[in-house]
C-alpha cells in the first residue's frame, strides 16, 4: 500500500483544546499537499478554515466528546457547522443512553442528526472503550437503520483508541451502505495497513503524517 493511497484514507485530525490558528494553518497545509481525505477540526475553526482554505473537505466534532449534549443541541451544532463549511460531521452517541438500555433513543437521535446533515456525511462515535460486545452489535444494528454513513470506534480522548477487534466484529454487523472509521490508538504506519485492510475507509489521526513522511505530530 503506498503512502498515497494511505493518505487518501485520512481524516488528518487536530481536535486538542488549546490548538491555534496557526497549528490548524499548518494541519491544512498538510492536508491539501498530501491529498488527506479530509482535516477533522473543532467547530470553531470550521468558518475560518473555509474561507482561508476553499478547496478543503472539512470535517468537523459534535457533541463532543461525551455525547452527552441534547439531541436538540446535537442538530443545532450539525446544522450551524455545514452552514460553516463543514461537509463531514462525526457527531458522539449519548453513552448514557447506551447503559439505560435505550436503544431506541440512541436511535432516534442518530436518526435526527442524520436529517439535520441532509445530503453531508454522519460518522457516529460510539466510543467503544466503554462497550461490552454485545453493546456494539447492538449499536451496529443502531447506525445502519437510523441511516447513517459511518460507524467510528473513538473520540480519542476517551479510555482507549480504535482495536482491530472492533473494526472485524463491525465489519460483521452494520449494514451494506455503513463505512467504517477507526480514531485513536493508531500509532505506527503497520497500524495503518492493518485498518485499512480490515476494512476502514477512513482513520482520524493526527500522526499518518509523521509516521509516512517525518513531519510534524501536532497531537489528536
Do not use: W
Amino acid at each position: 500500500m503506498t503512502d498515497a493511497e494511505i493518505l487518501s484514507h485520512i481524516d488528518h485530525t487536530l481536535l486538542r483544546a488549546t490548538s491555534t490558528a496557526e497549528e490548524i494553518d499548518s494541519l491544512c497545509e498538510e492536508a491539501l499537499r498530501l491529498k488527506t481525505a479530509s482535516v477533522c477540526i473543532p467547530p470553531s475553526y470550521v468558518g475560518y478554515v473555509k474561507d482561508k482554505f476553499p478547496g478543503l473537505n472539512i470535517c468537523t466534532v459534535i457533541g463532543f466528546p461525551l455525547g452527552y449534549n441534547t439531541t436538540a443541541v446535537k442538530c443545532f451544532e450539525a446544522q450551524d457547522a455545514i452552514r460553516s463549511g463543514a461537509s463531514e460531521i462525526d457527531m458522539v452517541i449519548n453513552l448514557g443512553m447506551v447503559k439505560n438500555v435505550d436503544l431506541a433513543g440512541v436511535e432516534e437521535e442518530i436518526a435526527a442528526v442524520k436529517k439535520a446533515c441532509g445530503d453531508k456525511i454522519l460518522k457516529v462515535i460510539v466510543e467503544t472503550c466503554y462497550l461490552t460486545e454485545e453493546e456494539k452489535i447492538q449499536l451496529c444494528g443502531c447506525v445502519t437503520r437510523a441511516g447513517a454513513d459511518f460507524i467510528k470506534t473513538s473520540t480519542g480522548f476517551g479510555t482507549a483508541g480504535a482495536k482491530i477487534e472492533d473494526i472485524r466484529l463491525f465489519s460483521q454487523h452494520i449494514g451494506e451502505n455503513v463505512r467504517m472509521k477507526a480514531a485513536g490508538g493508531v500509532k505506527s504506519r503497520e497500524d495503518l495497513e492493518m485498518f485499512l485492510e480490515a476494512g476502514c475507509d477512513r482513520i482520524g489521526t493526527s500522526s499518518a503524517v509523521k509516521l509516512l513522511t517525518g513531519g510534524e505530530n501536532t497531537g489528536y
